[in-house]
């Protein structure tokens, strides 16, 4: 039997689950035996090659891109996982939020206190950027996520726990210690 | 000690003093029931609903509901924790608490209870709501986006002549516990940090303080709240 297939992406997020996810130390050998790595920024593979089974999705929806990647994530893994809070619940970057797109917008490019070659008051406007949305989605709000795992980022235990109980069946252990939202 | 009632907790036998609330009561007897609203020490007023129980099958406040003698109480089934859970998501969802960037974060009681029920994520859609931060006082940050209007701040942080430095403001929806400006322009230290400790949440900070306590060591990165209360 072929080794189950994951996936990885990071949307609107730091990479910092990923670097979690990474900290699982030596069990990484373990993790490369149990599985196989498809579309992930771990192996630089940019597209989905063949079925997925666990998709883990760092980050929220902040712009088209990540709706996009998300939806492509959602049409070709089995289960879904939101790893960290910024999938969860937006996350930092949620924090804008409430606040009008110009007004963000004015205050990264023109209006903030360290904008300084931007003499000319340009606003990033290219065809072939992504379109910033109203605001920052959590994952589920856009696809259908199976499950979450809080943290920021998520302890390696608890990520390298549930994808071995995603992998192997067994029911997930979940100490006090490794449910975190920090 | 002629005044000793039994009553019982799931079952538990347990005794008290009558009058007593069942909250404090239950501690007594090595049961906690959460709370996020009651104080120790001050007049319960059932505003978070987190501490309800069922009592002859109806749901109640057991912070505000006084024990009485062969009360039969239900407190940790699973309708009732449920329950409590919900209301945690249904605070998270309506505030706007991101965990990550709150100086309380480790030390807050709301937290606390969404690790104590494994909230993976709100069963609710987040409200994100439009909501300001005011540090115009030269000792605290009231933090709007935090607040879960348990009026803790208040019933507890008054002055000399008994009056309080919080207050509610508008109704309904725009409901805001506001920091009174000439009474916080004059607020020392010792009642700013008195604040701080009070709010379960980080709705109130004192200023120029925060993450000094690193991951790991602060107050529920390893213990869930209550553990100090379980015999």
Same mark, same amino acid.
Do not use: W
């Given at each position: 039997m072929s080794k189950p297939v994951i996936a990885t992406t990071s949307l609107a997020g730091c990479f910092g689950c990923h670097m979690s996810l990474l900290d699982i130390d030596e069990r990484i050998l373990k993790l490369i035996e149990l599985v196989e790595f498809n579309k992930s920024p771990i192996d630089d593979i940019k597209t989905f090659t063949k079925a997925v089974d666990i998709g883990l999705i760092e980050g929220g929806c902040c712009n088209s891109e990540n709706v996009e990647v998300l939806k492509s994530f959602r049409k070709n893994c089995k289960i879904l996982v939101s790893v960290g809070e910024c999938a969860i619940m937006g996350g930092l970057p949620a924090l804008r939020n409430g606040i009008p797109i110009e007004e963000c917008l004015h205050e990264a490019y023109i209006g903030g206190p360290t904008v300084q070659l931007n003499t000319e008051g340009v606003m990033p406007n290219d065809d072939e950027l992504p379109m910033l949305l109203d605001r920052v989605y959590p994952c589920h709000e856009i696809v259908k996520i199976d499950y979450f795992l809080p943290g920021c980022p998520p302890r390696a235990d608890l990520i390298w726990e549930a994808v071995v109980a995603l992998v192997t069946g067994d029911p997930l252990k979940l100490p006090y210690e490794v449910v975190k939202f920090d | 000690m002629s005044n000793l009632i039994k009553f019982k907790i799931d079952g538990t036998e347990c005794m008290a003093e009558?009058?007593? *609330?069942? +909250? @404090?009561?239950?501690?007594?007897? $090595?049961?906690?029931?959460?709370?996020?609203?009651?104080?120790? =020490?001050?007049?319960?007023? =059932?505003?978070?609903?987190?501490?309800?129980?069922?009592?002859?099958?109806?749901?109640?406040?057991?912070?505000?509901?006084?024990?009485?003698? $062969?009360?039969?109480?239900?407190?940790?089934?699973?309708?009732?924790?449920?329950?409590?859970?919900?209301? +945690?998501?249904?605070?998270?969802?309506?505030?706007?608490?991101?965990?990550?960037?709150?100086?309380?974060? =480790?030390?807050? @009681?709301?937290?606390?209870?969404? *690790?104590? *029920?494994?909230?993976?994520?709100?069963?609710?859609?987040?409200?994100?709501?439009?909501?300001? +931060? %005011?540090?115009?006082?030269?000792?605290?940050?009231? %933090?709007?986006?935090?607040?879960?209007?348990?009026?803790?701040?208040?019933?507890?942080?008054?002055? @000399?002549? =008994?009056?309080?430095?919080?207050a509610f403001r508008n109704r309904g929806h725009k409901l805001e516990v506001v920091l009174d400006e000439e009474m916080g322009n004059k607020m020392d230290d010792e009642t700013a940090i008195l604040a701080m400790n009070n709010c379960p949440v980080g709705s109130i900070l004192f200023k120029e303080k925060g993450f000094d306590v690193p991951i790991g060591k602060r107050k529920y990165d390893h213990k869930p709240i209550g553990s100090e209360i379980k015999l």
């Open positions: - | 009558s009058g007593k *609330y069942i +909250v @404090e009561a239950a501690a007594d007897n $090595g049961i906690f029931i959460p709370t996020l609203c009651n104080m120790k =020490g001050v007049k319960p007023k =059932g505003a978070c609903r987190v501490c309800t129980v069922r009592i002859n099958g109806r749901l109640m406040t057991s912070c505000t509901t006084p024990v009485t003698d $062969g009360m039969e109480i239900e407190s940790h089934s699973e309708e009732i924790e449920e329950l409590r859970k919900s209301i +945690v998501e249904l605070l998270f969802v309506s505030g706007n608490h991101f965990c990550p960037a709150c100086e309380k974060s =480790g030390n807050c @009681e709301l937290q606390a209870l969404a *690790y104590l *029920y494994q909230m993976m994520v709100p069963r609710f859609p987040y409200e994100f709501p439009l909501k300001a +931060v %005011d540090a115009h006082s030269p000792k605290i940050i009231k %933090d709007q986006n935090r607040c879960i209007f348990c009026k803790r701040c208040i019933k507890t942080i008054k002055d @000399e002549e =008994g009056r309080s430095y919080f």
